[in-house]
T-cell receptor
Framework: AQSVTQLDSHVSVSEGTPVLLRCNYS??????LFWYVQHPNKGLQLLLK??????LVKGINGFEAEFKKSETSFHLTKPSAHMSDAAEYFC????????????FGSGTRLLVRP | ETGVTQTPRHLVMGMTNKKSLKCEQH?????MYWYKQSAKKPLELMFV???????ENNSVPSRFSPECPNSSHLFLHLHTLQPEDSALYLC????????????FGPGTRLTVL
């Protein structure tokens, strides 16, 4: 069965410094992976997705993620954090036999200090 | 705007009440979803509708009853809920097909007293 683990429940960075949100997945096949962001009182918004094309995936708002099969990781990065990046981030994997069934990680709350 | 709206945004109800949550998508999608988001737990898929037909019921208690009258509207009827059902209920939609992006609404914050 597919699963996803977000290694940090909270990450705190200073504005202008790099962001790293860690995600490891478990899958018996080549998965599709996603990062979603949820701002307070808002729905989830797709940041980026990996579907077996390029291993380095660029998303919105300057975020990117790299699929590393050998490490079963899909970490989310951004070179320079902005105050507006403060939100909760979810790493997501799709189930093998049902593309519409998404398995969500427990989330990482990103805090950005001025 | 994500193109998926949910009403009401907040709901407080007693355990004996009957209420309904409404979701509408303006994106021309064919699939719609209900998720439950509880504090400190991963998002849980509850129901999936594809072309108005229910294709997934993820072992959800019968006190939650979904309804999908057409591809644009999805309801979640609530009856005799428990306090542990208090959560954020999110609706999503997708075009359908293979590995599709799901578009989420802002959610309904439900509190059961």
């Amino acid at each position: 069965a597919q699963s996803v683990t977000q290694l940090d429940s909270h990450v705190s960075v200073s504005e202008g410094t790099p962001v790293l949100l860690r995600c490891n997945y478990s899958s018996s096949y080549s998965p599709s992976l996603f990062w979603y962001v949820q701002h307070p009182n808002k729905g989830l918004q797709l940041l980026l997705k990996y579907t077996s094309a390029a291993t380095l995936v660029k998303g919105i708002n300057g975020f990117e993620a790299e699929f590393k099969k050998s490490e079963t990781s899909f970490h989310l990065t951004k070179p320079s954090a902005h105050m507006s990046d403060a939100a909760e981030y979810f790493c997501v994997v799709s189930e093998s036999d049902s593309s519409y069934k998404l398995i969500f990680g427990s989330g990482t709350r990103l805090l950005v200090r001025p | 705007e994500t193109g998926v709206t949910q009403t009401p945004r907040h709901l407080v109800m007693g355990m004996t009440n009957k209420k309904s949550l409404k979701c509408e998508q303006h994106l021309g999608h064919n699939a719609m979803y209900w998720y439950k988001q509880s504090a400190k737990k991963p998002l849980e898929l509850m129901f999936v509708y594809n072309f108005k037909e229910q294709t997934e019921n993820n072992s959800v208690p019968s006190r939650f009853s979904p309804e999908c009258p057409n591809s644009s509207h999805l309801f979640l009827h609530l009856h005799t809920l428990q306090p542990e059902d208090s959560a954020l209920y999110l609706c999503a939609s997708s075009q359908g097909g293979d590995i599709d992006e799901q578009f989420f609404g802002p959610g309904t914050r439900l509190t059961v007293l």
